[in-house]
Nanobody, 115 residues
Framework: QVQLVESGGGLVQPGGSLTLFCELT????????LKWFRQAPGKERELVAS???????DYADSVKGRFSISKDRFTSTGKLQMDSLKPEDTATYYC?????????WGQGTQVTVSP
């Protein structure tokens, strides 16, 4: 049974940094693409960053140059490094593990960017 648990969220001032972690149990990231999504109150869930099995990454325009996605293929840890945070980055962040038609989700971690 694949399960995901996010951690690392919190309150940070504008311009600050946070690192989010995604721990996968029941498998490893050598078999799954890693994606990070976020959802702000009253808004649709949006894809923030993705990392495929061959190491190619992609980012939403709103976070390019500020966020960095990574994973350890042989362990169970995915990461989202977030720098130069802005108030509009405030949201619940979710990681997902994707393979073919199967997608597993974590429960989310809250990120709040505020003075």
């Amino acid at each position: 049974q694949v399960q995901l648990v996010e951690s690392g969220g919190g309150l940070v001032q504008p311009g600050g940094s946070l690192t989010l972690f995604c721990e996968l149990t029941g498998s490893s990231f050598s078999a799954y693409n890693l994606k990070w999504f976020r959802q702000a109150p009253g808004k649709e869930r949006e894809l923030v960053a993705s990392l495929d099995l061959v190491g190619s990454s992609d980012y939403a325009d709103s976070v390019k140059g500020r966020f960095s996605i990574s994973k350890d293929r042989f362990t169970s840890t995915g990461k989202l490094q977030m720098d130069s945070l802005k108030p509009e980055d405030t949201a619940t962040y979710y990681c997902s593990a994707v393979r073919g038609s199967r997608t597993f989700w974590g429960q989310g971690t809250q990120v709040t960017v505020s003075p």
